[in-house]
């Protein structure tokens, strides 16, 4: 965006955050004009008849990930 090659683009607050941060952006050309509400980047869905047992592995799984 910056090089003018496009007007605008999307990426992840975090990615945006990072390269503001290291300074890999340069903020006086390329700025954020819009922020989406927070949201869950990762959802995982299973199917109802999954056995319980392993609902359970995996909802302990997800919650040990740091």
């Given amino acids: 965006m910056a090089a003018g090659k496009v007007q ?7 990615v945006w955050d990072k390269f503001v941060a290291d300074k890999k952006v340069d903020t006086t050309k390329v700025r954020a004009f819009y922020t989406t509400p927070t949201y869950y980047d990762y959802n995982w869905t299973v ?7 392993l609902r ?11």
């Fill in 56 to 66: 359970e592995k995996l909802a302990g799984t997800a919650v040990a990930q740091p």
């Fill in 47 to 53: 199917h109802a008849d999954m056995p319980a047992a």
């Fill in 8 to 14: 605008a683009g999307a990426l992840n607050i975090s």
